[in-house]
């Protein structure tokens, strides 16, 4: 059996921080169609989403260094715990896990970064009753103001993943790159 693990945001878009935008219903619908095509080739395991675990839905935007603060290591090795039990169990020939670029827990090479003591935790709070348009609009304001930026680095969560399983494939999504995130995903499971 050949195994493909994927951030579950991928494939239902309202886990993401802000609530779905355009490119989160694309990004889906694209994977589901590829997923479709490619059944018969591989299972698929979509983990519990790391932040919505920690946090729950919606959350502002936050790096890898505040969801660290506030306790993400060990939910990564929980999820880390779970996908190693079902390893165990179906013992898979091949394995690819699937991280989103820029993730602060499911980035494989990208994820985000910020000063956690200028966080203004307060907003995690506030953030739960806002209505979408809002949320949108003030996340776009919280990464402007708390300096986000992509940088190389995995997510919490990957961090623990290449530990554990250095032995798996390992593919990031890039939701503003579609088209190309889908034809390596194609390359690796045609690989497999």
């Known amino acids: 059996m050949k195994l493909l693990i994927m951030a579950p945001c991928l494939l239902s878009p309202f886990y993401v921080y802000r609530g779905a935008k355009e490119k989160e219903y694309k990004t889906s619908e694209k994977l589901l169609s590829f997923l479709a095509e490619h059944k ?4 698929i395991l979509t983990y519990p989403c790391p932040e919505y675990e920690l ?3 919606p959350r502002p935007p936050m790096s ?7 306790g993400m290591r060990e939910k990564a090795e929980n999820i880390a715990d779970f996908i190693g039990r079902v390893l165990t169990e179906e013992k898979p020939e091949k394995i690819v896990f699937l991280g989103v670029k820029g ?10 970064s910020s000063n956690p003591e ?12 806002l209505p979408k348009e809002e949320r949108i609009k003030r996340s776009k304001e919280l990464m402007k103001e708390q ?3 992509v940088v190389q680095g995995e997510g919490v969560l990957f ?3 290449k530990r554990r399983f250095p032995d798996a494939v390992y593919l990031e999504f890039d939701k503003d790159s579609i088209e190309e995130s889908i034809e390596k995903l194609k390359e690796a499971v045609e690989g497999l």
């Open 64 to 70: 890898k260094e505040v969801f660290e603060k506030l």
């Open 118 to 129: 200028t966080f203004p935790y307060k907003a995690i709070q506030e953030f739960f009753y």
């Open 55 to 57: 946090i729950g839905w």
């Open 159 to 161: 961090e623990v993943l």
């Open 147 to 149: 300096g986000f930026e």
């Open 40 to 43: 018969g080739k591989m299972k």
């Open 103 to 112: 993730s602060p827990t499911c980035g494989v090479f990208h994820t985000t």
